[in-house]
Nanobody, 124 residues
Framework: QVRLVETGGGLVQTGDSLRLSCVAS????????MGWFRQAPGKEREFLVA????????YYADAAKGRFTISRDNAKNTVYLQMNSLKPEDTAVYYC?????????????????WGQGTQVTVSS
């Protein structure tokens, strides 16, 4: 059974850092692309970052550039999201996603599998 499980969310203060982890099971880590999205209350789910399995190339949304870093450990079937200098506007549910391979990485439809999400709350 395909499964993605995110961990590492929590309540932090402005300027703090968090590292989210996403462990894949059921064969999904062979997926070409792993990505992170987030959804704030009352807003649509938005793309943040993605990494390709084939060449480890990365893609960042403007909201993530300079503060967030994606990485993956294929041996551990895990993808990470390091988030630094967190701001209150980063408060959201963060989702891990796995895609089987597409020309683009920023659309939700580029991904076939999703985790349940982990809450990140940044207080001011």
């Amino acid at each position: 059974q395909v499964r993605l499980v995110e961990t590492g969310g929590g309540l932090v203060q402005t300027g703090d850092s968090l590292r989210l982890s996403c462990v894949a099971s059921g064969g999904t880590f062979s997926s070409e692309t792993m990505g992170w999205f987030r959804q704030a209350p009352g807003k649509e789910r938005e793309f943040l970052v993605a990494i390709r399995r084939s060449d480890y190339s990365t893609y960042y949304a403007d909201a993530a550039k300079g503060r967030f870093t994606i990485s993956r450990d294929n041996a551990k079937n895990t993808v990470y999201l390091q988030m630094n200098s967190l701001k209150p506007e980063d408060t959201a549910v963060y989702y891990c996603a796995a895609g089987l391979g597409s020309d683009t990485v920023v659309k939700m439809t580029d991904y076939q599998y999703w985790g349940q999400g982990t809450q990140v709350t940044v207080s001011s």
